[in-house]
């Protein structure tokens, strides 16, 4: 497959980027003209994702940074979302419903099923005191019949 788009961002792990993220990644994914339950789908991964870079990752401290990538091949998104935090000592644990390494912050634990839940495809790579990337990836729905 080819690359028809592509697009990188970066910025530091402070909660108030988390928005950013989210809504620079969907208008992105936009081109695609998905249906608004994908889009919503996107916007809720790239969240998850960020956050826990910046709670898990950096512990809530704005010195670390994260970056995000998307891709587009023909009628599938890629987004990458890497940060050089703490990393995740057992990702299967991790991965686990209701597992959170935080409790005291009321965390839900849900952050990796929803991603797998709403991704086609769900990629971890994580080293301790290295970071952590995410690869995921979705179909768009509304532009398979142009590449079937």
Avoid: C, W
């Avoid at 990538?69 to 050089?84: C, P, R």
């Amino acid at each position: 497959m080819n690359v028809n788009n592509y697009m990188s961002l970066q910025f530091i792990s402070k909660s108030e980027n988390e928005a950013f993220a989210r809504i620079t990644v969907a208008a992105f994914v936009s081109q695609l003209d998905p249906k608004m339950n994908e889009l919503t789908d996107i916007k809720t991964v790239v969240s998850e994702a960020v956050t826990n870079s910046i709670i898990h990752g950096y512990e809530n401290k704005p010195d670390g940074m994260i970056s995000i990538s998307a891709k587009i091949e023909e009628d599938t998104v890629y987004i990458t979302v890497e940060d050089e935090g703490l990393g995740i000592k057992d990702i299967e644990e991790a991965k686990q419903p209701l597992y959170t390494s935080k409790p005291e912050l009321e965390r839900s634990g849900m952050g990796f099923t929803i991603m797998e839940n709403f991704m086609d495809k769900v990629e971890v790579k994580s080293i301790l005191g290295k970071g952590t990337k995410l690869t995921m990836m979705k179909r768009i729905e509304s532009k398979k019949a142009l590449y079937n």
